[in-house]
């Protein structure tokens, strides 16, 4: 949820991010949290998972790992851990640097974290690297847009960085994706009511390494 080069942690977004995310949460955003991990089964990983809101909706999983490197996170994150229904296990582990062994995860997770975290690519390819064959990897992530809006993102990313604990309007996260020996399947695109508007439009879907045997 936010990018692991600060001792101590965004205190003040971890503070803040509940109550500038509710409307989202109670109109659409729970909803698709529901949709989005609900039924995944096995061995998950979310990566950045933030202040936990994912937590309440694991119902199938045998054990789900949260990895959150920011301390301020962290703690809020911990308060939220009874809600979970399954086994889950906190890390502090980011997403570069994942310290788990090749192929042991069916299921890996991202919501709202790969805007946020210091290298992109790097991050995929440690999620393309944890996940075994015939796992999955479900995101929601916001990206840059087209057109007018688009460019507004690139002239707003800088000052946002810094306030929004590292997140970046502009990324190209699906591009991505593609480019890290995975393989996009069930792609979303939504521009949902409420939200700030230079987070749309949010992608959802499922992708799978290149070798998923069919």
């Given at each position: 949820?936010?990018?692991?080069g600060?001792?101590?942690?965004?205190?003040?977004?971890?503070?803040?991010?509940?109550?500038?995310?509710?409307?989202?949460e109670?109109?659409?955003?729970?909803?698709?949290?529901?949709?989005?991990?609900?039924?995944?089964?096995?061995?998950v990983?979310?990566?950045?998972a933030?202040?936990?809101?994912?937590?309440?909706h694991?119902?199938?999983?045998?054990?789900?790992v949260?990895?959150e490197?920011?301390?301020?996170?962290?703690?809020?994150?911990?308060?939220?851990k009874?809600?979970?229904?399954?086994?889950?296990?906190?890390?502090?582990?980011?997403?570069?640097e994942?310290?788990?062994?090749?192929?042991?995860?069916?299921?890996?997770?991202?919501?709202?974290?790969?805007c946020?975290?210091?290298?992109?690519?790097?991050?995929?390819?440690?999620?393309?690297?944890?996940?075994?064959?015939?796992?999955?990897?479900?995101?929601c992530e916001?990206?840059?847009?087209?057109?007018?809006?688009g460019?507004?993102?690139?002239?707003?990313?800088?000052l946002?960085?810094?306030?929004?604990?590292g997140?970046?309007?502009?990324r190209?996260?699906?591009?991505?994706?593609e480019?890290?020996d995975?393989v996009?399947?069930?792609?979303?695109?939504?521009?949902?009511?409420?939200?700030?508007?230079?987070?749309?439009?949010?992608?959802?879907g499922?992708?799978?390494?290149?070798?998923?045997?069919?």
């Amino acid at each position: 949820m936010a990018e692991h080069g600060a001792a101590h942690g965004h205190r003040c977004f971890a503070l803040l991010y509940d109550r500038i995310t509710r409307g989202a949460e109670e109109h659409w955003l729970g909803e698709l949290r529901d949709h989005l991990v609900g039924n995944l089964s096995g061995q998950v990983l979310e990566i950045g998972a933030g202040t936990g809101a994912n937590l309440a909706h694991y119902r199938e999983a045998e054990r789900v790992v949260v990895a959150e490197p920011d301390p301020a996170m962290r703690q809020r994150l911990r308060r939220r851990k009874r809600e979970a229904s399954v086994p889950v296990e906190i890390s502090s582990a980011c997403g570069e640097e994942l310290p788990y062994p090749d192929a042991s995860f069916d299921a890996v997770v991202s919501t709202l974290v790969l805007c946020s975290v210091d290298d992109l690519n790097r991050t995929l390819t440690e999620v393309r690297r944890v996940l075994r064959p015939t796992g999955t990897f479900v995101f929601c992530e916001h990206v840059r847009d087209t057109g007018m809006r688009g460019r507004i993102q690139d002239l707003l990313t800088p000052l946002w960085r810094r306030i929004g604990a590292g997140c970046r309007p502009n990324r190209r996260t699906q591009t991505a994706i593609e480019q890290a020996d995975l393989v996009v399947h069930h792609i979303e695109t939504i521009a949902p009511h409420p939200n700030l508007p230079f987070t749309v439009p949010i992608i959802h879907g499922v992708a799978t390494p290149v070798d998923h045997p069919h």
